[in-house]
């Protein structure tokens, strides 16, 4: 192994040895990242597959000549950094998410558009809606975003209507035909109804987390800026997810809050406070 890893810096140009060092660089970079997110996602399978592959290329080394070997040692480690690429690449975009200026200039442009006064009128109707869903155990999923995918907004029913506790009410009343499906909200307005959310396939949830809790944790790794609303069908717990991260048991002040930070009527700082600064 010592021999192989002089080769690959040594008999080479100039320029062939500063792309190897710059490749080994990069390479070490993609796998710090790939290791962080595996450590925070408690994903071990990852970690040894990699340091499986490792021994088995260290091992060859003794076997095998190093310019022969080379191009499997490339191959292996380009294979690994894919298919880190492919588990996280939705933790990557969260992270491009919160480093970027987006949000922040929407919650600008709605405010201007719509004034607060609107917005804490929409947020107070949800709130409404949500404690009387919940004093009749009646399950409810809202989810308030910045945007939503069209494939999401397609696989329900276009409503396109301002935000009243009575519409929401009536969307979740039992055994109507949109009742299962999410409510999406989207710059003050109800926009549809009966969508259907991405289920996570986190596996260390309460047991009482049902196909709604699922889709809400889902939805909100999916779409970082949304928040997703929960009212349980069988407790009638009132259960919030933002980003992936959950906070249960709200009442109406703690669940305003959240709202309020959602409808951007409150500041970064208010939703550090609320979410924490680095959220999972």
């Not at 959950?246 to 930070?261: E, F, G, P, V």
Request: aromatic share 10%.
């Amino acid at each position: 192994m010592l021999d192989f890893l002089k080769n690959i810096f040594t008999n080479v140009d100039t320029k062939a040895l500063v792309a190897r060092i710059i490749f080994a660089v990069v390479l070490t970079f993609v796998y710090y990242l790939f290791f962080f997110y595996a450590k925070k996602r408690n994903l071990q399978l990852y970690t040894y597959i990699v340091t499986g592959t490792l021994a088995v290329l260290f091992a060859l080394s003794f076997l095998v000549a190093p310019q022969e070997l080379s191009v499997y040692v490339y191959l292996a480690l380009g294979l690994l950094a894919a298919l880190g690429l492919m588990l996280f690449i939705s933790d990557i975009n969260r992270h491009i998410f919160r480093l970027s200026l987006k949000r922040k200039v929407f919650r600008d442009s709605l405010a201007d558009h719509y004034g607060s006064e609107d917005l804490s009128k929409s947020v107070a109707e949800i709130v409404k809606s949500c404690l009387r869903l919940s004093k009749t155990d009646t399950g409810a999923l809202i989810v308030l975003a910045d945007h939503m995918s069209d494939e999401i907004l397609d696989s329900g029913i276009k409503i396109n209507s301002e935000i009243t506790a009575e519409l929401i009410e009536t969307l979740f009343f039992p055994k109507t035909p949109l009742h299962d499906g999410a409510v999406i909200i989207t710059a003050n307005k109800v926009v549809a109804a009966g969508c259907y959310l991405p289920l996570t396939q986190a596996q260390n949830l309460p047991r009482e987390f049902g196909t709604r809790h699922r889709a809400a944790i889902g939805v909100s790794a999916a779409f970082p800026d949304c928040t997703a609303i929960v009212v349980s069908e069988e407790t009638g717990i009132i259960s919030a997810m933002h980003d992936g991260k959950i906070k249960r048991y709200l009442d109406s002040r703690q669940l305003q809050d959240l709202l309020d930070c959602a409808m951007g009527l409150s500041d970064e700082s208010a939703e550090e406070r609320l979410w924490g600064e680095n959220r999972q």
